[in-house]
């Protein structure tokens, strides 16, 4: 194994080879377990291309961003990434681990991907052959599969400020530490009237809740898109059965497929009731 | 193998490591330095806690090799200052000790919360701590620790 503390973006893009080191909490856990041996691990924690977080209108978060700065940057504004970033591990993992390695770890569970769906965000990918943009939804493939090439690295996220009706929720056997097994996220758009839902942990990528999005924009249309109005019970146990049939779920050891598709109608019911009042 | 140098509590230490050793490794094996307790070697126990360029981490996670420029702050190097001094205190005045293993790890984790907040409240506390596992105590005089040594320094004693 040989490693390189990349100084500069130019020398982290240097081997198309390389593997990328980041906060580590993924990565570490291979080598130490003896499940990866990489021939050449390139470091790009602290570097300065990556660590810029611009919250406004547009926000653009750097793949080098730590949750635990991302946090800080975020404030009360875009809460679902917010509540996302907030239940990732502990502490620890949030001091270290990064948006970019979120999404290189690419696993269906990662948690700040459903919100990162549900934003419609766009990633910017940079190699030594160049840069290009693509969607979220064009981004994973499966689990730990995604578009990104070798060499490629998570330069930034970006994503257009989508207001306050949004809403994170993560079912697991503990407030913190936990690998999730359903997450949920929902962004209600007042401003642009469109609503966007996506699911982490019930299928081998995020998934989106279409029929649900288009069910949940017309409660928001029907009500006012600018009001704040609860949902009927009846609408919301509809919207969360539209959620559920969305996922695409499994048995494994963190829980049956059939508690999963419980679990996400629950989370789709009060993520509904939630962001139609906020 | 290769020859490691890495800033330990203000110090440059150096010694022979594989490249894919973790930071937690490296201070026990490398070093001789084994306030860092190593349990999980994934993040999920706290016991390896340690301050990277300032920041609480988990040194199993860390790869030493990543860390030749960084500052490193183990448990041993905070004998000194006086935020750990009253965690440490504390941890006695309030039975937060048993077997002691998680100890290192948790007496890290409070000290790096109380200086970034030095009120914290119950669930501040238990969110700040809830990368740190013990299988002892139940947490709850762990908590109270905190609080008492969050009192203690307020207090200015």
Known sequence: MRVTRAATLEAALADPEA????????????????????????????????????????????????????????????????????????????????????????????DALPVLAALDATLLLRSGAGERRLKFDDYMLGPGRSARQPGELVLAVEWEDAGPAQVFLK????????????????????????????????????????????????LFEEAGWERLVGPSPAAAAHFGELVAAAARPIDDHRGTARYRRHVVALMARRALVRAARA | MTQLRVR??????????????????FLREGLGQFGAKNACEQGECGSCSVLLDGELVCACLVLAAAAEDSEVVTVEGLCDDPVTIAVQDAMVAAGGVQCGFCTPGFVVAMASLLKENPAPDEFEVREALSGNLCRCTGYLRIFEATQRAAGELRSGR
């Not at chain 1, 406004?56 to 970033?85: E, I, M, W, Y």
């Open chain 2, 8 to 25: 330990v509590n203000g110090v440059e230490r150096s010694a022979q490591a594989w490249e894919g050793e973790s930071l937690l490794y």
């Open chain 1, 19 to 110: 593997t990328f080191l980041a906060g580590g909490t993924d990565l570490m856990v291979g080598i130490n377990f003896g499940r990866i041996r990489p021939v050449h691990v390139v470091s790009i924690r602290g570097l300065a291309e990556l660590a810029g977080v611009t919250v406004s209108d547009r926000v653009t978060c750097g793949g080098g961003v730590t949750f635990t700065r991302l946090l800080k940057a975020l404030g009360n504004s875009n809460p679902a990434l917010v509540q996302a970033a907030r239940t990732i591990g502990s502490p620890q993992i949030r001091n270290a681990g990064t948006l970019g390695g979120n999404l290189g770890t690419c696993s269906p569970a990662g």
């Open chain 1, 171 to 218: 079912a697991g056997t503990r407030n913190a530490m936990v690998i999730a097994v359903a997450s949920l996220a929902m962004v209600a758009d007042r401003r642009r009237r469109t609503v966007r839902v996506a699911l982490g942990s019930v299928g081998p990528v995020i998934l989106r809740a279409a029929q649900a999005e288009a069910f949940a924009a017309g």
